[in-house]
């Protein structure tokens, strides 16, 4: 008779043979279980939100280049018939990717894919409203001439116009916290901007606009500090011995000059900051 450890022994080698062929037999049937598997499909088994796929689709249009900085894209009403869904749904994708400064939406005109800050060597190009709320204050504006005016002689120089032209001008006041901290004297390209009379400028500020109506090729700038006269000292609520410093920025785009602006800042209220 066989010894208790030597039967013990035996069972216990075909134990292990019997478990050593269980395993041979689930891998070669190509039903291996993983718990990755197991985990990837519980994720397929949870449903992405729609709002979020059509986010996700217009990432992946921007990401991949089909849509460049300054492109229009399909509107809310395009896309909803597209993933089958409401306008309110498509809204909320669009909202997310504006706030997230993906997308840039202009009244009147449509959603356009959001450019990157053009900086120069010591004036970042952007919206004073951006750079009022940046500091955790309240940004507003008052618009104070809207006009298409016919081109001064200067002004065709400025703009290299060979004819006589008529621009858009407008003079708006912006205000931090109540407190007036720019006066914004421009001219504009009828030519690259079109639609810029029919913006509402107290929801958007021009430099927003421009942004995505006239992208940038290129900016010649100067800073001065110089006195106001009367009627923008009027403005910015200061005394017309009291100096500003003066930006004037002329501002190319599409092979034309698109705008001329002049800013007028008062010297105790604001300064010009930058890296190099």
Known sequence: MLSHSVTMA???????????????????????????????????????????????????????GTWKEGDAIPSEQVLAKEFGVSRMTVNRAVRELTSEQILTRIQGSGTY??????QATLVEIRSIADEVRARGHEHRSELHQ???????????RQFRLKQERKLFH?????????LPIQVEDRWVNPEVAPDYMSQDFARIT??????????????????????????????????TKEPCLVLHRQTLSRGKIASVVTMWHPGNRYQFAGNF
């Not at 292990?16 to 049937?29: I, L, N, P, Y």
């Not at 407008?170 to 109540?178: K, L, P, R, T």
């Not at 421009?210 to 009627?231: D, F, H, R």
């Open 10 to 64: 035996i069972c216990f080698n075909l134990l292990s043979e019997h478990r050593t062929d269980k395993k041979k037999q689930v891998k070669g049937s190509g039903n291996d279980f993983r718990i990755e598997d197991s985990v990837a499909k519980i994720e397929q088994q949870e449903p992405t939100p729609v709002f979020q796929r059509i986010k996700d689709y217009l990432l992946t249009e921007i990401q991949s």
């Open 113 to 118: 894919v959001a450019q990157h800050k053009y």
């Open 146 to 156: 809207l006009l298409e005016i016919k081109a001064s002689e200067l002004l065709m």
């Open 170 to 178: 407008s003079i708006i006041v912006h205000f931090e916290n109540d």
């Open 206 to 239: 021009p430099n927003e606009y421009l942004m995505v109506a006239a992208p940038l090729q290129g900016v010649q700038y100067s800073i001065e500090a110089v006195n106001p006269p009367k009627q923008i000292a009027d403005m910015l609520h200061i005394q």
